[in-house]
């Protein structure tokens, strides 16, 4: 019971904490989706979008589908099932591939 409250609120977190940290932090990492987005920790699905989304920092993303992905100068676009982060360091991003294909 308190593991299934546990993701609950951990995607709380992920959707929403990352929003308002982002928007004061100028982190402008934004993903569209084709299809549907699954959030990874240590190996588990723990959260799923399927709209235009921040990016939630510090956590892996797959793309089920074919994703873009929006960072303040550059357009990418993440092929099927590439599992992914997205992290701001001061004046540049660092986009780190665990496996998959992204073209930029």
Known sequence: ???HAKDKL???LILV???SVSTTAGFAATIVPSGKVS???DNKVVGEF???AQIPEGYLLRCEDKCAI?????GIEVEPKTLF???Q??????LTVQHGTIYY
């Not at 929006?70 to 550059?74: A, G, I, K, T």
């Not at 360091?89 to 660092?94: A, G, I, M, P």
């Open 1 to 3: 019971m308190w593991a």
């Open 10 to 12: 951990l995607l709380v």
């Open 17 to 19: 904490f990352p929003f």
């Open 39 to 41: 959030i990874v920790r």
């Open 50 to 52: 399927s709209q235009a």
């Open 70 to 74: 929006q960072l303040d100068d550059v």
């Open 85 to 87: 982060s997205v992290n």
């Open 89 to 94: 360091r001061t004046n540049r991003h660092q």
